[in-house]
């Protein structure tokens, strides 16, 4: 049972995040921020700009390409 919880107001709630030690806590996390937005088939748009804002405030070397996926450089 995951007894914390980190309040999720926007993007800037996942700065800083050290990838290297990222907990479970903050794994769930981040997937509740992402299954909240509203991302029907072929509309995925929203998704894909909070992708890019969270590796941008992480310095995470990410790319949209032309058919609108994310490419994480690790």
Do not use: H
């Amino acid at each position: 049972m995951i007894k914390y919880k980190r309040k999720i107001n926007n993007i800037q709630s996942f700065m800083g995040l050290n990838l290297n030690k990222i907990s479970q806590n903050d794994v769930v996390d981040i997937f509740e921020a992402l299954v909240k937005i509203p991302s029907p088939p072929l509309k995925e748009d929203n998704v894909a700009k909070w992708i890019l804002d969270f590796c941008k405030l992480n310095r995470i070397n990410a790319t949209l390409d032309n058919y609108k996926n994310v490419k994480i450089k690790l």
